[in-house]
Nanobody
Framework: QVHLVESGGGLVQAGDSLRLSCAASGHTAISRAVGWFRQGPGKEREFVAAINWSGSTTKYADSVKGRFIISRINAKNAVVALQMISLKPEDTAVYYC????????????????????WGQGTQVTVSS
């Protein structure tokens, strides 16, 4: 079982930046692909970004491409960051990190169903 803890959310103004962190621990945590998803008010959960176990491959939702960067930020690859710049009010959401489970745990997926371990979420609010 992989345990995930997100941090770094907050209230910012449009155009500001934030960096979210996801600390992973547990069995094979560093060998798993990690994704960030978000759920805005009244919306379904959506894919934001994902990174494979080594950090060599990343994927982004079109809505955040060019503004968000996902990366593994420590030597053990156990912390995944989501750097967000040029934030917009529509980025307001609870952001969740998730680790892949099942087959191909080291590979990226854009599907929330492929991620079986989830953090508790961190709120990001962008005011206009």
């Amino acid at each position: 079982q992989v345990h995930l803890v997100e941090s770094g959310g907050g209230l910012v103004q449009a155009g500001d930046s934030l960096r979210l962190s996801c600390a992973a621990s547990g069995h094979t945590a560093i060998s798993r692909a990690v994704g960030w998803f978000r759920q805005g008010p009244g919306k379904e959960r959506e894919f934001v970004a994902a990174i494979n176990w080594s950090g060599s491959t990343t994927k982004y939702a079109d809505s955040v491409k060019g503004r968000f960067i996902i990366s593994r930020i420590n030597a053990k690859n156990a912390v995944v960051a989501l750097q967000m710049i040029s934030l917009k009010p529509e980025d307001t959401a609870v952001y969740y990190c998730a680790a892949r489970t099942g087959a191909l745990i080291d590979q990226i997926s854009l599907k929330s169903a492929d991620f079986g371990s989830w953090g508790q979420g961190t709120q990001v609010t962008v005011s206009s």
